[in-house]
């Protein structure tokens, strides 16, 4: 379900940023199957809220950090490009984007781009494989690009800049509660869209009560929210 209320005043944004993992594409639970999968072989079991909690929206090098601190177990240099290629292996063959996103990014009628926690090798590969890249081709910002990563706000921030947008006019669309959290922290609007695979199904969590932060389901909803950001001619 979305929220309660049925339209927000969006005519002071100018920039509409998203989140690739689990908003323009339906990667996390993909991601999860194939490194629990990867950590299990090296005697890290960690369960599917496990990776919800610490790994979602976050960085490689977060969920390393993580990693040692809980297990005490120090992944292999080889482990990211292994987890890489196989997750690569696994996108070529079934990532797609989020149901219904292109009827949204045809229809905005303000700029947009991507702030990801992904490296440019994996969203590239990513918006490649969907068809999206011709709709964000030198628009990207990765965590490479930033010294703190979500939840951090420094990622949102650098994006705005490089895009010439003050953070005030921008909105943001996150999944994850790091990406949520770093988006306010920089002073954004924000929607949590919960429409990927892994969030359906999930009970709502506390960032649907902050009075800045509304929810959508599908992406059908979300010019129910921002009407004046669809263009009124037909694409």
Same mark, same amino acid.
């Given at each position: 379900?979305?929220?309660?209320?049925?339209?927000?005043?969006?005519t002071?944004?100018?920039?509409?940023?998203?989140?690739?993992?689990?908003?323009?594409?339906?990667? *996390?639970?993909?991601?999860?199957?194939?490194?629990?999968?990867?950590?299990?072989?090296?005697?890290?079991?960690?369960?599917?809220a496990?990776?919800?909690?610490?790994?979602?929206?976050?960085?490689?090098?977060?969920?390393?950090?993580?990693?040692?601190?809980?297990?005490?177990?120090s992944?292999?240099?080889?482990?990211?490009?292994?987890?890489?290629?196989a997750?690569?292996?696994?996108?070529?063959?079934?990532?797609?984007?989020?149901?219904?996103l292109?009827?949204?990014?045809?229809?905005?009628?303000?700029?947009?781009?991507?702030?990801?926690?992904?490296?440019? *090798?994996?969203?590239?590969?990513?918006?490649?494989?969907?068809?999206?890249?011709?709709?964000?081709?030198?628009?990207?910002?990765?965590?490479?690009?930033?010294?703190?990563?979500?939840?951090a706000?420094?990622?949102?921030?650098?994006?705005?800049?490089?895009?010439?947008?003050?953070?005030?006019?921008?909105?943001?669309?996150?999944?994850?509660?790091?990406?949520?959290?770093?988006?306010l922290?920089?002073?954004?609007?924000?929607? &949590?869209?919960?429409?990927?695979?892994?969030?359906?199904?999930?009970?709502?969590?506390?960032?649907? &009560?902050?009075?800045?932060?509304?929810?959508?389901?599908?992406?059908? *909803?979300?010019?129910?929210l921002?009407?004046?950001?669809?263009?009124t001619?037909?694409?």
């Amino acid at each position: 379900m979305g929220s309660s209320k049925t339209s927000l005043d969006s005519t002071d944004i100018q920039l509409v940023i998203f989140d690739c993992d689990g908003v323009l594409v339906d990667s *996390e639970v993909l991601c999860k199957r194939v490194i629990i999968a990867m950590l299990a072989d090296l005697g890290v079991v960690v369960s599917s809220a496990y990776f919800d909690e610490h790994f979602l929206g976050k960085s490689y090098e977060s969920a390393q950090k993580q990693i040692l601190t809980d297990f005490t177990i120090s992944l292999p240099a080889e482990f990211r490009d292994n987890y890489l290629t196989a997750l690569l292996q696994v996108f070529a063959e079934e990532l797609q984007t989020t149901p219904k996103l292109n009827r949204v990014l045809a229809h905005l009628n303000v700029r947009s781009c991507i702030a990801t926690s992904s490296s440019p *090798e994996r969203v590239a590969f990513a918006l490649e494989k969907t068809g999206l890249r011709s709709f964000f081709k030198g628009r990207i910002t990765t965590s490479t690009e930033v010294l703190h990563g979500k939840p951090a706000p420094d990622i949102f921030l650098l994006a705005a800049s490089k895009m010439g947008v003050n953070p005030k006019h921008c909105l943001v669309i996150e999944d994850s509660e790091a990406g949520i959290q770093g988006a306010l922290a920089a002073d954004m609007q924000v929607v &949590k869209y919960t429409g990927a695979s892994h969030l359906k199904g999930l009970p709502p969590t506390n960032v649907d &009560k902050n009075d800045n932060t509304m929810s959508i389901s599908h992406w059908c *909803e979300f010019f129910n929210l921002y009407p004046s950001l669809k263009t009124t001619v037909e694409v």
